[in-house]
């Protein structure tokens, strides 16, 4: 078993009978889906779930887990998701897919967030290894490209796979991925970006997880 399944089914242990629970995006995200349908399954644990993205839907789906659309809820009891980025604050960078929008809300919804990773993803600061995904509205993206460039962030839109397009998020946005001076803090740059006219959404999570699962070479420890 490798890492980011061994932490994915750590996680699957703060599922409780009845709970309404956010289904996270991505690889680690996904083995903690499968490991929802094993406890529906062969422990008759009762849950509902409400997913991040339509891939971690369908998936949920496909394995005859109860779903709920999002727009149908006002809370939930626990969301888990993998992340790109974790610094020891616990402050997580995600978004390299184009769920941010729904996975922001599902962490603030949450009565507990779980972030689930493998050690990989331990940084000193937010940026470390990726630019910040910024999701922004299409027809405002130069604009909000210049508002982010007057605080000093440096990037361009995201290419699609084929490049020889723009990549749109499942909300229709284009990403602008920037790089900022290593010396910000990720509380900082959360209420700068949050503060640019015509962004949807940005990859910083701050103040959103409550509980970081790391695993390590087969171990699973708490940050
Ligand atoms: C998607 C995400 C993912 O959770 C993040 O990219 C981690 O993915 P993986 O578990 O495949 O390493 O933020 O928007």
Redesign the pocket.
Known sequence: MDD?QLVALHAARYVKQGMLVGL??????NYFIEELARLAREERLKFTTVASSTISAQNAQSLNLPIVALEHISSIDLYV????EITPDKTLL???????VK?KLLAKAAERFIAV?DAS?LVTHIGENFPIPIEVMPFAWKLAKESLAQIGAVGDLRPNAAKDGYWITSHGSYVLDMKFAQNTNAKDLNALINNVPGVVEHGIFHNLADIVLIARDGQVSEQ
Not at 24 to 29: F, K, Q, R
Not at 81 to 84: L, R, T
Not at 94 to 100: A, P
């Open positions: 980011k996270g995006t991505g690889s680690t995200a998701d993998g992340a790109d995600k978004g390299r897919g184009s769920d941010l996975e990773a993803k």
